[in-house]
């Protein structure tokens, strides 16, 4: 498919990106054109996940009468890419032409260009993926629902954030962290599940013997979890599935109880990084973005409540440029984690010429221009800069997708004057492009420590006990 022909050339380009097309310019310029022209057609997507949930999008494309196939097929095709990954399922129905649907069915067959998105969610809902045709007519209003999520802060508690590069542990009292560490593992790289079972077994041991007695532990980690069982995780990307089934799902239920059967509760990174900012904002309607080994994403709600919904932004389309970077694990182009994660700033570094020593690991890489930007290196500066410019233009998209009063920006990525680039750069990026959302979202950088541990912190209120 060539270049989606409704591109919109930013007015904030950046120096070492300059092909980079954002999303919202784009969809806006699209939508336009199509209610300008003649019977726009009116189309519904329904995304089915676990209990019977829906999510539905309604849109509009080009009336088939005006020969637009491709067009309306590479907006749809994205915009259920992105839909998938943010709301979650294993069934997608549209509700439009049976053209699309066909092209839409195609891309999510087996051996399409959405082969790895149909085997991840037909793994994490353990039902087979599929996509249904049907008419507009015949596809209901969603049924969301939402509950809470943590603000559990009574007792003796352990949070534990575990990272692609680092894990972070907290000891908590009555909501009050008395003791933080970090310590750097390497568990995307280890074949082994002992190493993963060790390192998360040695920072909880670490918080533990801060405190008389532990009453719960709270789990943040990047990937899906159910019933505190591990479905899919990038942490453990190099086990074998057999050993995956067998060790790494009940990994943490078995930590608690080889600790002595205490209360655990595990959740999505993202989720705890939103949790993190609803409770240091004292507000709702959080979306959190940490930035770090990928990209994590949560969401807080008008009240307060997680969603549900999977939340994977590191998968969400960020850039329609079809010659960037295309994800290892995906196979697709244009994808949040090549933007919001260490491997942006490594991407933006090699392409720019700014040499990195190919022994460091991506974790060190990242260290190192930050030193740089420290010691004022204009490409350094350039690549932050950059990353801010992208998270503008994308926080313009999510906002489709999300009720968003506060983003709060978290992770690795964001330490230091790296951070405080990224977030002015995207509030420039509001106030020059989308004027009215720059007046109802505020881009929040928390203070160094809470943006390093805050989600070990949020992650030790999640089990809910009862002090006896």
Same mark, same amino acid.
């Given at each position: ?7 919109v ?18 969809? =806006?310029?699209?939508?336009? =054109? ?11 997507? #329904?995304?089915e996940?676990n209990? &019977? ?24 095709? +994205? ?15 549209? &509700? ?37 045709? %049907? ?18 802060l009574?007792?003796?508690?352990i ?26 593992? /390497? !568990? ?7 190493y993963?079972?060790q ?6 041991? %670490?918080? =533990?013997?801060?405190m008389?007695?532990?009453? #719960?532990?709270?789990?943040?980690? #990047? ?38 059967d205490? !209360? ?22 959080v ?56 491997? #942006?700033?490594?991407k ?7 040499i ?5 690991? !991506?974790?060190?890489?990242?260290? /190192? ?42 992770g ?24 009215e959302?720059a007046?109802?979202?505020?881009? %929040? ?5 809470? +943006?390093?541990? &805050? ?13 006896k």
């Open positions: 498919m060539n270049a989606f022909k409704y591109n050339l930013p007015k904030i380009i950046s120096e070492l990106d300059p092909n980079f097309r954002p999303i919202a310019l784009a969809n =806006a310029n699209f939508l336009k =054109a199509v209610m300008n022209s003649n019977n726009p057609e009116f189309v519904v997507i #329904a995304i996940r209990q &019977g949930i829906f999510s539905v999008y309604k849109t509009y494309i080009f009336n088939e009468s005006e020969n637009e196939f491709e067009a309306n097929a590479f907006y749809i095709e +994205r915009l259920i890419k992105s839909l998938l990954w943010i709301k979650g399922g294993w069934k997608i129905v549209f &509700g439009g032409p049976k053209s699309i649907a066909d092209y839409i069915k195609a891309c999510y067959s087996i051996g399409g260009l959405r082969e790895f998105d149909r085997e991840f969610m037909t793994r994490i809902y353990e039902k087979e993926f599929v996509v249904e045709h %049907t008419s507009t007519s015949q596809i209901l209003d969603s049924n969301e629902v939402s509950k809470p999520l943590g603000r559990h009574e007792g003796y508690r949070g534990f954030d575990a990272g692609g590069s680092d894990r972070k542990v907290s000891a908590v009292v009555d909501g009050v962290p008395i003791y933080s560490e970090e310590v750097i593992w /390497h !568990p995307k790289l280890q074949t082994d599940p002992n993963h079972y390192g998360i077994l040695s920072s909880i041991q %670490t918080a =533990a013997s801060k008389p007695r532990v009453d #719960a532990i709270g789990v943040s980690a #990047a990937g899906v979890y159910i019933d505190n069982r591990v479905m899919a995780a990038s942490l453990f990307i190099k086990v074998p599935k057999e050993d995956f089934d067998h060790y790494v799902k009940d990994m943490f239920i078995k930590i608690a109880k080889d600790l002595g205490i !209360p655990i509760e595990v959740a999505n990174d993202g989720d705890v990084t939103a949790l993190a900012g609803a409770m240091s904002l004292e507000s709702n309607q979306l959190g973005i940490a930035m770090g080994t990928s990209q994590a994403a949560g969401y807080v709600d008008a009240k307060g409540n997680i969603t549900g919904w999977l939340n994977e932004l590191a998968f969400v389309p960020a850039d329609y440029n079809l010659d960037a970077m295309v994800d290892e694990w995906s196979l697709d182009y244009g994808c949040g984690v090549k933007y919001f994660s260490q491997d #942006a700033v490594i933006l570094a090699d392409s720019n010429g700014l990195l020593n190919s022994n460091l690991s !991506p974790a060190e890489k990242l260290e /190192h221009v930050q030193h740089l930007l420290y010691d004022g290196n204009r490409t350094a500066e350039r690549i932050f800069d950059t990353i801010g410019i992208y998270l503008g233009y994308n926080i313009a998209n999510y906002a489709n997708f999300y009720d968003i009063n506060h983003v709060l920006v978290l690795r990525v964001t330490s230091g004057e790296g951070g405080v680039r990224v977030i002015n750069y995207a509030k420039h990026v509001l106030e020059t492009e989308f004027p959302l007046e109802k979202i505020e881009i %929040t950088l928390p203070d160094e420590k809470s +943006r390093r541990i &805050g989600q070990s912190v949020a992650a030790a209120s999640l089990p809910d006990i009862t002090i």
